[in-house]
């Protein structure tokens, strides 16, 4: 079967960096993306990457190892806005997207 | 420039009932898709649509009817709305199908009683 793992909630504080994780197993590969999603909103794109290595894009960047079956998302800076879940989704070989349940990030000040 | 919309918002419903979300996006994106999310788990894909007049069936189809006779409009149909129908429902749209990253609308909380 196909699944995407990533943790259920993480904290940190406000100013720090977090590294959210996530790993996947799925039917071929056309690309991961990680999506924002503030509670009562709709997801937003954060990111893609299909090939291995680190994109970065202000204060965060995505990081994608293809044979580890392994992404992670840095934020850094962090600022109380950060508050949300963030959706990791596999592009599978019928390029429709897998998604991970989200980890929700709880920023203290 | 509304970019994807959702109606209704909230909807609240009874066993039994047909019921039907509607979506609609100003981009002209060729496909499109609907989602619901649930509490513990990822979204999961309950059709989708290439282009007018083409629709396919994602995760979880059964309960659900789609058609797309306009590229603007993709509208879910809960033929006899069930309990564990109750989600969040979100439509989503993306000019291509691959390496494209999706627009969502705002999402439809529907309760089924």
């Known amino acids: 079967g196909q699944n995407i793992d990533q943790p259920t909630e993480m904290t940190a504080t406000e100013g720090a960096i977090v590294q959210i994780n996530c790993t996947y197993q799925?039917?071929?590969?056309?690309?991961l993306f990680w999506y924002q999603q503030h509670a009562g909103e709709a997801p937003t794109f954060l990111s893609y990457n299909v090939l291995d290595g680190l994109e970065e894009k202000g204060r965060f960047s995505s990081f994608l190892s293809r044979s580890k079956g392994y992404s992670y998302l840095l934020l850094k800076e962090l600022q109380m806005k950060d508050s949300a879940s963030y959706l990791c989704a596999v592009m599978d070989s019928n390029y429709q997207l897998i998604w991970g349940a989200g980890t929700k990030l709880i920023i203290k000040p | 420039d509304a970019g994807i919309t959702q109606s209704p918002r909230y909807k609240i419903t009874e066993t039994g009932r047909q019921v039907t979300l509607m979506c609609h996006q100003t981009?002209?994106?060729?496909?499109m898709f609907w989602y619901r999310q649930d509490l513990g788990h990822g979204l999961r894909l309950i059709y989708y649509s290439a282009a007018a007049d083409i629709t396919d069936k994602g995760e979880v189809p059964d309960g659900y009817v789609v058609s797309r006779s306009k590229t603007e409009n993709f509208p879910l149909t809960l033929e006899s709305a069930t309990r564990s129908q109750t989600s969040v429902y979100f439509c989503?749209?993306?000019?291509?199908?691959?390496?494209?990253?999706?627009?969502f609308g705002p999402g439809t909380r529907l309760t089924v009683l």
């Open positions: 981009w002209s994106h060729s496909y």
């Open positions: 799925t039917s071929g590969f056309n690309g």
């Open positions: 989503a749209s993306s000019e291509r199908e691959a390496y494209n990253e999706q627009f």
